[in-house]
């Protein structure tokens, strides 16, 4: 329909806010610029970086690669509602039993994963955000959790350094 959705924060990393670095309020809303919409295809991940700034005056450069997951909770609700109308005998169907299977996904819901740093480095946040896709999607046998903790221990060179 016409209507958007709203965001909302699945899980994040650290689970509560570092002293000297809280975490950015709000953030689900800079996420989606165009606003959380359902779309009938999967469209291709995108990339982009917001910059917001505290009331200290300090940068926190937020990247975001955003992409589109099939929404199964919406096709079994579906499913669930036609089933009953089934039951109750609203609707007639010759022939067919019910499988129990889902058919495949014709709804699909935007989603985020966001990098928050004070440092100014795109191409690094993207590949870092792009690692955590493929590991995401590829339901590769790494925890979350220990690839964002191996990521924030790497040592990232200062600004005009050597390589």
Not at 67 to 96: C, H, P
Not at 99 to 117: C, D, M, R, Y
Request: charged share 25%.
């Amino acid at each position: 329909g016409p209507t958007e959705g709203l965001g909302k924060i699945i899980q994040r990393f650290p689970q509560k806010d570092w002293e000297d670095t809280p975490f950015p309020q709000g953030i689900e809303l800079f996420c989606q610029p165009g606003g959380w919409q359902l779309s009938k295809e999967r469209k291709q991940p995108t990339f982009f970086v917001v910059v917001l700034t505290d009331i200290d005056s300090e940068r926190h450069y937020c990247s975001c690669l955003t992409f589109y997951e099939a929404e199964i909770n919406l096709q079994v609700r579906d499913l669930q509602q036609e089933t009953k109308m089934l039951k109750e005998g609203t609707k007639e169907i010759e022939g067919e039993e019910e499988s129990g299977l889902i058919p495949p996904a014709e709804v699909f819901a935007p989603k985020s994963l966001v990098l928050v740093s004070r440092l100014d480095y795109p191409e690094i946040f993207r590949a870092c955000l792009g690692l955590i896709y493929t590991v995401y999607v590829d339901s590769l046998n790494v925890s979350l959790e220990t690839l964002i903790a191996n990521l924030c221990s790497c040592l990232v060179p200062a600004s005009g350094g050597s390589q």
